[in-house]
Nanobody, 124 residues
Framework: QVQLVESGGGLVQVGGSLRLSCAASGRTDSRYAMGWFRQAPGKEREFVAA????????SYAEPVKDRFTISRDSAKNTVYLQMNSLKPEDTAVYYC?????????????????WGQGTQVTVSS
């Protein structure tokens, strides 16, 4: 079992930045692939970014490419999502997820563990 806790969300103005953190505990000895998803009101949960278990591969959704960066600090068992140049359409609850293999996937069904989410609101 892996427990995930997100933090770092909040209210930010258009063009601003936030860094989300996802702290993992439990069976963190394995190098899980990790992902970030988001869900806006009235919309389905969508893929944002992912990092492989080896950290060699990352994947981003087109709307966030070149603005968001996913990274991992293995010593802290923490994955980050650096979000720059934020737009109102980035407003959503952001979820961290882990899957029991090292390979990156972009679908929510591919993930085994989920955090509770952290709210990001971008105001104009």
């Amino acid at each position: 079992q892996v427990q995930l806790v997100e933090s770092g969300g909040g209210l930010v103005q258009v063009g601003g930045s936030l860094r989300l953190s996802c702290a993992a505990s439990g069976r963190t000895d394995s190098r899980y692939a990790m992902g970030w998803f988001r869900q806006a009101p009235g919309k389905e949960r969508e893929f944002v970014a992912a990092i492989s278990g080896s950290d060699r591969m990352t994947s981003y959704a087109e709307p966030v490419k070149d603005r968001f960066t996913i990274s991992r600090d293995s010593a802290k068992n923490t994955v980050y999502l650096q979000m720059n140049s934020l737009k109102p359409e980035d407003t959503a609850v952001y979820y961290c997820a882990a899957r029991g293999t090292t390979l990156v996937v972009r679908t929510s069904r591919g993930y085994d563990y989920w955090g509770q989410g952290t709210q990001v609101t971008v105001s104009s």
